[in-house]
């Protein structure tokens, strides 16, 4: 890339919208961040059909109030963005965007989550027509999928791509672009000369979630009407390294194509879309650099299937349809390789061996299809295929991270990260997949076992660490094991039902016992879900997705989503198409594109843009992050910067005592137990990361007899240590003082004790009203005077004060206190020095000068 040659991503100027409503109109009224400049949209109510009409000038502020003050609305909206229309059976609804918060930022990119949305009717029903009495069961549906949860957006940086495609050159411009027939673009500056481009890019639709809600858009003229939203998980930390704090942005895409539920949504259709496909961006800035890292979790790419008909929490696995030729397994990494390029790495945690064949059948099969793609394919671009049965090593002898760890290594060896600064910049090739049966509770810790490891290669490549290699325990990674805890309930709670069950301290072996009633808790939690309300969740998936679209049509044919007995042919439309044969050959499974850049994705290096545009000024507003991200045209607080909340938030995992600094070394946390939370049935708190162990309930669990005779012993062993770890002593709860603060606490010293007892016996003679109170008298009288307490200790042994000099009372005689508190000397010398810099205040004033000695004096101490 040539440092001469910058690109930037149009911001856009539609942040804020107005919503006034008319029983004859709708006017929606967009405007930027600092609302200098405006467009206006005018919807009509009384058609049956959706009419807009788009205002092609760019009004001002002026031109708005007029605009307002000449009309009356019944009723007004403010929002931040419109994420589209749908219609049921009745007319069009328009939905907004009501709130929104701050959750992280990319650079100078702010990105926000959806907090509140509004669904506006636009249509209106003609006067004495009923609304249809399905209408409402639509309504209710489709607000099931709730837009107030882990929706996020930004208005200038595409949240469907990742940090290296949005930070490549674009190639091609306009979504028509022909990669055979077209010249890509070639870019090399002037000597000397700097040239700015600003660009619009196109979002990768499989990860836009309101895809359908903007279909009726398309007419609009203006782009920066369309809000694109993606689904998943967005979270961002900092660890501060001596002062300087690090940004980590952990980013999940949840797939469009073959989304649902659990059991619902197994394997993959005809296209190669598989279920649960989460593509995970680990993202780590310091201001100047920036370093991420892509990995991918989804279901095991084959036609299978769970019969959910049976009341038991684990359906036998059944294999539905066989693919001699592996078509489907083709067109899914065929499309990894060309976003992503080369090698795929498949790191696949089902189990191998069971007394009771269940989750080995999906193993068997993805070898055999792995095997088959790769007798097609070059030696360095193969798929690379990692079997490891994580349940097996976690019941027995061994540590589950150790092993993780180490195909983690091997795999960042053979990808490498992203990474950019001022002189240099390397690209990830390749992509390491993830999967278990579910790709939930094995798939997060093995993915949280990967970006440790990755974390540690960032850090130093920004020069933070002298080796590659972080410890458990540390501020650091404690700070990433929180990240990948609430990016594993998240997506559990999409997917499943439920929280993990099995969590990242299951598999370290450091889980709490008490923590053991959440499990069971959380394995409830998700089979009550799977078993009843998957059903409703996966309609209002393929509602919401625009899978299944109603109609007054079908109404008649009684074809409503609930009277479905299957949503097959609604995610495998095109199977007409699919099943016709196809002149290229089956061996050739790789497309010529995509197999022409490898190692390299070919969507990288061939990246597309809607729009183009040189800009002549920097500080022009399209391009002015600064202005955008600090708000500097008007007053804010510290409270309402991003920066400022995320290094507030961090300081909850960082000890409040602690005498090493070092966000790298490891530190003693007091360990919290579970029994002392209060877990949810709802799993509404999907950020609450409460340890977890074992249960018997959960995918993770199925054992037969052979594995647990024969890890009797090393269970009982690890048991045991566990335990001894969940003991609250009060050595744990209140730690020594030599390992908090690097010195003990002792006794004093007799002799020390003694001259404090006289000092104290001092006060209370100088202070005699303050002790009154300190001499009882006898049950039966009251509290003695103050002259009787004082006669009282003038009788008594120790301090007497005796015309204004201390003296000691032994055996009835008065001592000089000389003679026993030695009362320091002041040398002449210093008294001199004294007096002198008493007088250089007046010699100053009066005779502008300063005794020579005091001079020498002040150098000295200096």
């Not at 882990?150 to 949005?166: C, E, I, K, V």
């Not at 003694?754 to 039966?780: E, F, L």
Request: net charge neutral; charged share 25%; glycine share 4%.
């Amino acid at each position: 890339m040539d440092p001469s040659i910058r690109f930037f991503p149009l911001i856009s100027s539609i942040q804020k919208v107005a919503l006034f409503e008319t029983k004859s109109k709708l006017y929606l009224i967009g405007s930027n961040s600092r609302e200098t400049r405006f467009r206006l949209l005018e919807i009509d109510r009384k058609k049956p059909e959706l009419t807009i009409h788009e205002d092609a000038n760019e009004l001002e502020k002026g031109d708005i109030r007029k605009f307002v003050q000449s009309r009356s609305f019944i009723r007004s909206i403010s929002a931040y963005g419109v994420l589209g229309f749908v219609k049921f059976l009745e007319g069009y609804y328009l939905i907004l965007v009501t709130k929104r918060t701050r959750c992280a930022f990319i650079g100078k990119h702010i990105i926000y989550t959806i907090k509140d949305t509004a669904m506006i009717r636009v249509n209106e029903p003609p006067a004495g027509k009923q609304i249809h009495p399905l209408e409402q069961r639509y309504v209710k549906m489709f607000s099931n999928v709730d837009m107030k949860s882990n929706f996020y957006f930004s208005y200038s940086y595409d949240l469907t791509r990742s940090l290296q495609y949005n930070l490549s050159e674009p190639r091609y411009v306009g979504v028509d672009s022909d990669f055979e027939r077209d010249d890509p673009l070639v870019w090399k500056a002037s000597p000397g000369e700097r040239t700015t481009y600003g660009f619009r890019g196109v979002p990768r639709s499989r990860f836009v979630w309101n895809t359908y809600l903007l279909k009726p858009m398309d007419c609009i003229l203006h782009r920066d009407w369309k809000l694109e939203v993606i689904h998943g998980f967005i979270s961002q930390s900092s660890i501060s390294i001596f002062g300087r704090p690090i940004y980590v942005c952990l980013i999940a895409r949840r797939s469009t194509r073959f989304a649902g539920t659990r059991f619902l949504k197994r394997g993959a259709n005809y296209l190669g879309d598989v279920a649960n496909e989460v593509e995970t961006e680990q993202i780590v800035l310091d201001g100047t650099r920036m370093s991420s890292f892509t990995q991918l979790r989804g279901s095991v790419p084959s036609h299978w299937s769970q019969d959910v008909s049976k009341m038991v929490p684990k359906p036998q696995i059944a294999l539905d349809l066989s693919d001699p030729y592996n078509e489907t397994a083709g067109k899914h990494y065929e499309r990894l390789m060309y976003h992503h390029g080369s090698p795929i790495i498949i790191l696949n945690l089902v189990k191998k061996r069971e007394k009771r064949r269940h989750e080995s059948v999906l193993s068997d099969e993805m070898v055999v299809s792995v095997d088959y793609l790769n007798q097609f394919l070059p030696p360095d671009f193969r798929i690379r295929y990692i079997d490891f049965d994580m349940a097996r090593k976690s019941r027995g002898e061994g540590s589950v991270m150790e092993s993780l760890a180490k195909y983690a290594e091997n795999v960042i060896q053979l990808t490498g990260t992203f990474y950019l600064d001022d002189k240099e910049m390397h690209r990830q090739t390749g992509l390491v997949r993830v999967n278990c049966v579910d790709c939930l509770d094995r798939t997060n810790t093995a993915q949280f076992a990967i970006g440790k490891c990755v974390l540690a290669h960032q850090l130093y490549e920004m020069g933070f660490l002298k080796e590659r290699r972080l410890e458990f325990e540390s501020d650091c990674v404690t700070m990433l094991e929180n990240l990948y805890e609430d990016h594993g309930d998240t997506l559990a709670m999409q997917y499943g039902g439920s929280q993990l069950v099995h969590r990242i301290k299951t598999y370290r072996k450091t889980a709490a016992w008490a923590s053991q009633g959440n499990d069971i808790i959380q394995t409830l939690s998700r089979y009550c879900s799977n078993t009843f309300s998957d059903t409703e969740k996966q309609h209002s998936i393929n509602l919401f997705l625009g899978y299944y679209i109603p109609s007054e049509s079908e109404v008649n044919k009684s074809t409503h989503i609930w009277d479905l007995e299957t949503d097959f042919y609604i995610h495998n439309a095109q199977l007409d198409v699919i099943r016709q044969i196809s002149s290229v050959p089956l061996t050739q499974w790789v497309r010529p594109l995509t197999f022409r850049h490898l190692p390299h994705p070919a969507s990288d290096c061939n990246r597309v843009v809607r729009e183009l545009i040189k800009i002549h000024t920097p500080d022009v507003e399209i391009i002015d992050y600064y202005s955008n991200f600090y708000h500097n045209f008007k007053l804010t607080s510290f409270e309402e910067h991003i920066a400022y909340q995320l290094t507030t938030l961090a300081r909850s995992f960082v000890p409040t005592v602690r005498t090493n600094f070092s966000p790298f070394e490891p530190v003693r946390r007091q360990q919290q137990s579970a029994a002392l939370k209060n877990p949810s049935l709802t799993g509404k708190s999907s950020t609450g990361s409460t340890n977890s162990s074992s249960s018997s309930m959960d995918d993770d669990s199925d054992t037969d007899e052979e594995d647990r005779s024969a890890k009797t012993a090393p269970n009982s062993s690890a048991n045991s240590s566990r335990a001894e770890d969940g003991v609250v002593t009060i050595n744990s709860m209140f730690p020594r003082t030599g390992e908090v603060y690097g010195f003990e606490i002792k006794p004093p010293k007799k002799a020390d004790m003694m001259k404090y007892q006289k000092y104290v016996q001092m006060n209370r003679i100088c202070n005699p009203q303050n002790y009154t109170g300190s001499v009882k008298a006898d049950s039966s009288q009251q509290y003695q005077p103050q002259q009787q307490y004082q006669s009282q200790l003038s009788q008594a042994d120790g301090i007497v004060i005796k015309n204004n000099e201390i003296y000691m009372r032994k055996d009835g005689r008065l001592v000089a206190a000389e003679e026993d508190i030695a009362i320091p000397t002041v040398s002449a010398e210093s008294l001199a020095v004294y007096e002198r810099y008493c007088r250089m205040r007046r010699d100053l004033l009066e005779q502008k000068s300063v005794d020579p000695v005091i001079l020498e004096y002040m150098d000295i101490c200096e």
